[in-house]
T-cell receptor, first 111, second 117 residues
Framework: GEDVEQSLFLSVREGDSSVINCTYTDSSSTYLYWYKQEPGAGLQLLTYIFSNMDMKQDQRLTVLLNKKDKHLSLRIADTQTGDSAIYFC???????????FGKGTKLSVKP | EAGVTQSPTHLIKTRGQQATLRCSPISGHTSVYWYQQALGLGLQFLLW???????NRGNFPPRFSGRQFPNYSSELNVNALELEDSALYLC????????????????FGDGTRLSIL
């Protein structure tokens, strides 16, 4: 079945760039998403990309999509301590409507 | 614009009891999705309701059920609660009136934390 993989942890220094990677298996995925979850909270939609795009930039966030390798990345420029959270990659499962999530990458930002 | 709201924030039950969780979507959104976030299992899709109908269901037993009301709000019911049902239950909504034409992403509430003793 469809699967989404992410590394579990990432630690960076404040001011550096963070790059969170994700691989997915469903080649028919039309949209791919990045969500952020802070402790005790729900999921906050950060950004998403349509599968016919290679890149999308939104302020400090850059999403890169390599459809051939089924690889998605989220780059956060000038990472701040407030960016510390768990970041989830998700793909939309075709016409089924539901999202398939990775297990999340915990980003720790050191001052 | 108010976001997705869920109630209650926390719910404590014992094994065998029944739980009802509620969700109000963003105004204008017609689809509601339920996900379970259990420790060690990640986020798993439970149910999708659109225009009052169940459109899709995840790999969960029938004791997980729900409904969507005419005002698009939704309830998730879990019967015969088991210890492993302890989890954060997240509701999301999207505006699917143009489904197939454009994507409308799912927006999530803060969840209901269900604890089974």
């Amino acid at each position: 079945g469809e699967d989404v993989e992410q590394s579990l942890f990432l630690s960076v220094r404040e001011g550096d760039s963070s790059v969170i990677n994700c691989t997915y298996t469903d080649s028919s995925s039309t949209y791919l998403y990045w969500y952020k979850q802070e402790p005790g909270a729900g999921l906050q939609l950060l950004t998403y990309i349509f599968s016919n795009m290679d890149m999308k930039q939104d302020q400090r966030l850059t999403v890169l999509l390599n459809k051939k390798d089924k690889h998605l990345s989220l780059r956060i420029a000038d990472t701040q301590t407030g960016d510390s959270a768990i970041y989830f990659c998700a793909e939309l499962e075709g016409s089924q409507g539901n999202l398939i999530f990775g297990k999340g990458t915990k980003l720790s930002v050191k001052p | 614009e108010a976001g997705v709201t869920q109630s209650p924030t926390h719910l404590i039950k014992t094994r065998g009891q029944q739980a009802t969780l509620r969700c109000s979507p963003i105004s204008g959104h017609t689809s509601v999705y339920w996900y379970q976030q259990a420790l060690g299992l990640g986020l798993q899709f439970l149910l999708w309701y659109d225009e009052g109908e169940e459109r899709n269901r995840g790999n969960f037993p029938p004791r997980f059920s729900g409904r969507q009301f005419p005002n698009y709000s939704s309830e998730l019911n879990v019967n015969a609660l088991e210890l492993e049902d302890s989890a954060l239950y997240l509701c999301a909504s999207s505006d699917d009136r143009d489904r197939g034409v454009s994507n409308q992403p799912q927006h999530f509430g803060d969840g209901t934390r269900l604890s089974i003793l």
